[in-house]
């Protein structure tokens, strides 16, 4: 399932050649003022809408940004390139993101019962869904980005950041238990409910003729 | 579904599950993330699209679950530039100014 999404259309945007990239890692590494310059210029903005979709709050994202630029400058004479540049820095602003998180992480668990219990196996055929429009004619229409931000957004935590993690920034799931400090199976289970739930959620959108 | 509807459902599963070996929708429910990602060894995979050609309620379900992550890849936001949001210039000097007074590279 590749395809054009809002992540990895961020990340073309900070799309540099390999020589480029290789020279502003050396000017770096040389600690060279105009190189860290050129460094938040060019990853600013695609850093601070990764802190925000995983934080959804713009102080804590620009926290997140300001730690993850810090932790480059302190720590990029131990980049090595067997990964992108971007790929470090966006591993770098997630966990700082994360971090932050954490650190406001909401008082009450809302329970997700309610948007898919455990065990869902009332199913009913559905013959009046419809998937014949492509994913990205669908995710066009403002009505449906909106309704599927919002339903994401409604998600509890500890769910949200699961598509978050796993579904929109695309990181596997092992990686994404090494993050969330918690098991493989744990995050599958838990990954599985949170897209249950918003299945559940964007139903509507499935009906034939629904926008 | 009515009751009578249910229980044909139920014993028609488990004619075929003893029969064929065939999942049931609780344990192909169990294998959807790891069949979306393909981690599901040839043979279970196998057990669970024979499942699946024979249980429309999970096909159904299946392909909405899967329009569901796409969907929720498609429209992430802060939609990508120029129309995404953007980092405050202020931060942006901030970051710079805080570099100046860190300690450097190691």
Not at chain 1, 27 to 39: I, P
Not at chain 1, 52 to 76: C, K, Y
Not at chain 1, 78 to 101: C, D, G, I, K, Y
Request: aromatic share 8%; with cysteine; net charge neutral.
């Amino acid at each position: 399932m590749e395809y054009a999404t809002a992540a990895n259309m961020d990340a073309a945007a900070t799309h540099e050649s390999p020589a480029e990239e290789a020279a502003l890692i050396a000017a770096l590494k040389r600690g060279e003022d105009a190189a860290f310059v050129t460094l938040v210029q060019r990853y600013g903005d695609y850093l601070y809408r990764v802190a925000l979709r995983v934080t959804r709050n713009e102080t804590e994202a620009g926290e997140a940004v300001q730690e993850a630029f810090i932790s480059t400058f302190r720590g990029i004479a131990r980049f090595e390139s067997r990964s992108a540049l971007r790929t470090w820095l966006h591993r770098l602003v997630v966990n700082a993101a994360l971090m932050r998180r954490r650190a406001v992480e909401r008082k009450a668990e809302v329970s997700i019962e309610d948007l898919a219990p455990e065990v869902d196996l009332e199913r009913e055929p559905q013959p009046e869904w419809n998937f014949t429009e492509s994913v990205e004619t669908q995710a066009a229409r403002d009505g449906v980005r909106r309704a599927v931000n919002e339903a994401i957004d409604r998600l509890p935590e500890q769910y949200r950041i699961l598509i978050v993690l796993r579904d929109i920034e695309g990181y596997d799931t092992r990686e994404v238990a090494q993050m969330l400090d918690d098991t493989e199976g744990n995050v599958k289970v838990r990954l599985h409910r949170a897209r249950t739930a918003l299945k559940r959620q964007l139903e509507p959108l499935y009906r034939a003729k629904a926008i | 579904m009515n009751v009578l509807a249910r229980i044909q459902r139920f014993l028609t599963y488990w004619v075929i599950k003893v029969t064929h070996g065939m999942l049931t929708c609780g344990e192909a429910d169990r294998f959807m993330v790891d069949y979306l990602e393909y981690r599901l060894d040839p043979e279970v995979r196998e057990r669970f699209e024979n499942h699946l050609e024979n249980c429309i309620c999970c096909k159904d379900f299946l392909a909405a679950y899967r329009r569901t992550v796409e969907l929720a890849r498609a429209c992430a936001e802060p939609a990508a530039p120029p129309a995404g949001p953007r980092m405050p210039p202020a931060l942006m000097e901030a970051i710079i100014a805080a570099r100046r007074g860190a300690a450097p590279p190691s």
